[in-house]
């Protein structure tokens, strides 16, 4: 069945260190992918996306990476701050329909 | 770009009432506007998906006499929750998307509180 999860439900790194967050997914027809930031209380908010016709595709300090012949999604944070606290999400589309949202990874920045 | 409103943020009432809840995309017009339930420490389940001027699909498991979804506009789509009980007590978030393949904006959420 469809489904997108994550490998750690909880990431703790110091400030200026870069984070990594993971995500499988398991259908292999998915073509766009979605990386979500969540706060407590607060709605998702976009971070970045990429198409399945790339392997990766960098914004303001962060960089995710698609790997299909794993079927393996990942979102790196240059030098995590604070403020990037947060349940990270990933999300697959299926045919450009609905999200699949993964299980989340919360991230702990200490400073 | 792509602000999406939802309001009320919270909302507490008696077992039995309905509740309306309002998203509005304004800065973009969204031709598909999407409800989501997330309880607490988990992800976003789907509701249903509404497109402007259409009937909204639901999920399978998302009763479509319970949770009323209306998109009349390209900016504004409406879930009422009929006839509300302690079990509807969620964080309801809606999300807009201007195009097929444009990211899904989300609204900040409401969280729904029966007695």
């Known amino acids: 069945g469809e489904s997108v999860g994550l490998h750690l439900p909880t990431l703790s790194v110091q400030e200026g260190d870069n984070s990594i967050i993971n995500c499988a997914y398991s259908n292999s027809a998915s073509d766009y992918f979605i990386w979500y930031k969540q706060e407590s209380g607060k709605g998702p908010q976009f971070i970045i996306d990429i198409r399945s016709n790339m392997d990766k595709r960098q914004g303001q300090r962060v960089t995710v990476l698609l790997n299909k012949t794993v079927k393996h999604l990942s979102l790196q944070i240059a030098a995590t701050q604070p403020g990037d606290s947060a349940v990270y999400f990933c999300?697959?589309?299926?045919?450009?329909?609905?999200?699949?949202f993964g299980t989340g990874t919360r991230l702990l920045v200490s400073p | 770009g792509a602000v999406v409103s939802q309001h009320p943020s919270w909302v507490i009432c008696k077992s039995g009432t309905s509740v309306k809840i309002e998203c509005r995309s304004l800065?973009?017009?969204?031709?598909?506007m999407f409800w989501y339930r997330q309880f607490p420490k988990q992800s976003l389940m789907l509701m249903a998906t509404?497109?402007?001027?259409?009937?909204?699909?639901?999920e399978q498991g998302v009763e479509k006499d319970k949770f009323l979804i209306n998109h009349a506009s390209l900016t504004l789509s409406t879930l009422t929750v009929t006839s509300a009980h302690p079990e509807d007590s969620s964080f309801y978030i809606c999300?807009?998307?201007?195009?097929?393949?444009?990211?899904?904006?989300f609204g900040d959420g409401t969280r729904l509180s029966i007695l």
């Open positions: 999300a697959e589309n299926i045919g450009f329909q609905k999200l699949v």
């Open positions: 509404s497109n402007e001027g259409s009937k909204a699909t639901y």
């Open positions: 800065d973009f017009q969204a031709t598909t």
């Open positions: 999300s807009a998307r201007e195009g097929q393949d444009q990211p899904q904006h």
